[in-house]
């Protein structure tokens, strides 16, 4: 079944683009939208898309992104590049594309935003069950010990059922030939005792077929061959024994036994043991379970502050530390740089040897910057060949002397990807607080912009500072 993505876009060279970008492309249905909100909110609401390309600032300013289910992808086009980007900080979009477009890169972002929406989705999907879970288990929540709360399973069972064993055994995950009980209805102070499972072959055989085990009598099935002699004086009859999965991982077995002469389980019973078994997982398993989302956690964070290319921090979490620093430095009157660098001639790059080429040259520049930076210095990559550094409580003259110790290592540095004969320069444009054309942070990132574009016009392989004291 095609993906299906709406595209609310004007500009006819970002159109292009895109078109350029969904033609033949089998897996995606595109529909683009003309200027017009209602059409938009409608097609939000009753088609339900897996994401939204819309242009920035003016496409976001039609609608509330914090209103719209599915993920949102910006489009900042060659003549709005700083309001563009301002908008999407401003509207909270983390999927964002600047010109020039290329399509490894929307490829990317609409992967990476529908796989995070799939993922938000299951993780709700897994909410709503944890919820099912504890309605069940309201019973056994007098306590936060879980060592009680085994225990009240097993109580609990044995009051609904007549068993004459019901335990709760927990797998050895290093030896397979034993396992523990972990709780068990016979004694209460038993929470850890080892058992040998050549004694009992049908936990084993749920352990490595992860289904559920039914004997009906003990003493004629195939299965209890082996230990007959052992069973038979104690007079159980039927057995179940059922595997207790956690994400197709066998964490432990309910074992019930019981010794009722020509009384097997009924299937009601079975059905009830199941339902307290997956119930008990949450018990067994709690703290893997926290610790899989706890990382799962931090890996969607930082994907979410680093620009997928580069490894560096990406502009949206840039400007999230610029408000910060920017606040700290005029609480305190502390000097606080801001240098754009852009790589000279890089599009002669990309024309000469490709466009997967050029990424790799992006990605050694990004490393080759980052050492060279402290570790208070915020690093990112602003869009293209564009890149932003932020030094905290650094002058104007300490700005050029590190810009100058950049670009001299920028130059001389031999990229990987190149002949030895071709040299890589960069441009740097560098702006400084305190000054008097600087009354937010915004004014920053402008000042030092037209310094870029200063040391661009200068013959680039230049530094420009534009600084008042």
């Known amino acids: 079944m095609k993906k299906e993505i709406v595209i609310y876009e004007e500009d006819m060279e970002t159109l292009k683009f895109l078109r350029s970008f969904f033609r033949g492309k089998g897996n995606y249905s595109a529909r683009f939208i003309e200027r017009d909100k209602e059409t938009l909110r409608r097609e939000l609401v009753e088609k339900k898309p897996v994401a939204l390309i819309i242009c920035s600032p003016d496409g976001l300013a039609h609608i509330k992104p914090s209103e719209v289910e599915c993920p949102i992808i910006a489009m900042v086009s060659a003549g709005s590049v700083i309001k563009g980007v301002r908008s999407v900080v401003k509207s909270d979009i983390e999927y964002y594309l600047l010109s020039p477009f290329y399509k490894e890169d929307l490829e990317h972002k609409l992967k990476l935003a529908i796989e995070r929406k799939s993922w938000f989705e299951s993780l709700y999907k897994e909410k709503k069950d944890l919820q099912a879970i504890i309605e069940i288990t309201h019973l056994m929540t007098s306590t936060l010990n879980p060592k009680k709360v085994l225990y009240l399973i097993v109580e609990k069972i044995s009051e609904v059922i007549n068993v004459t064993r019901c335990s709760i055994i927990s797998a050895d995950v290093e030896d397979q030939n034993y396992a523990y009980v972990v709780s068990t209805i016979e004694n209460p102070k038993i929470t850890n005792m080892r058992i040998d499972l050549r004694r009992y072959p049908e936990i084993k055989k749920a352990l490595s077929s992860k289904r559920t085990v039914f004997i009906k009598d003990a003493l004629k099935d195939p299965i209890m061959r082996e230990v007959m002699d052992v069973i038979a004086p104690i007079g159980i009859r039927s057995i179940l024994v059922i595997p207790v999965i956690f994400h197709d991982e066998v964490i432990g077995t309910l074992l019930l036994r019981t010794s009722r002469a020509g009384r097997a389980f009924t299937e009601r019973e079975i059905k009830l043991c199941t339902s307290i078994a997956n119930a008990s997982t949450n018990a067994l398993y709690n703290a893997f379970l926290y610790n899989k989302l706890g990382k799962e956690k931090t890996r969607l964070e930082r994907f979410a502050i680093t620009d997928y290319l580069t490894s560096i921090y990406n502009v949206r979490y840039f400007y999230y530390r610029l408000e910060e620093e920017f606040s700290r430095a005029k609480r305190y009157g502390t000097p606080l740089s801001c240098m754009m660098f852009d790589l000279d001639y890089f599009k002669k790059i990309n024309d000469t040897y490709g466009h997967r080429v050029g990424d790799i040259i992006l990605r050694e520049f990004a490393q080759l910057v980052k050492r060279c930076t402290r570790r208070s210095d915020v690093f990112a990559r602003y869009g293209g060949e564009e890149f932003i550094l932020l030094l ?49 942070h915004d004014d920053l990132i402008t000042l030092a912009d037209n310094a870029l574009f200063k040391a661009k016009h200068k013959g680039r392989d230049q530094i420009a500072i534009n600084h008042l004291s």
Not at 432 to 437: A, G, N, Q
């Open 392 to 440: 905290p409580q650094t002058p104007a003259k300490g700005a050029m002397i590190e810009a100058e110790r950049l670009r001299e290592s920028v130059k001389k540095h031999q990229f990987k990807a190149l002949k030895k004969k071709n040299v890589i320069t960069v441009s740097i444009g560098i702006a400084c607080s305190p000054d008097k054309r600087i009354k937010t």
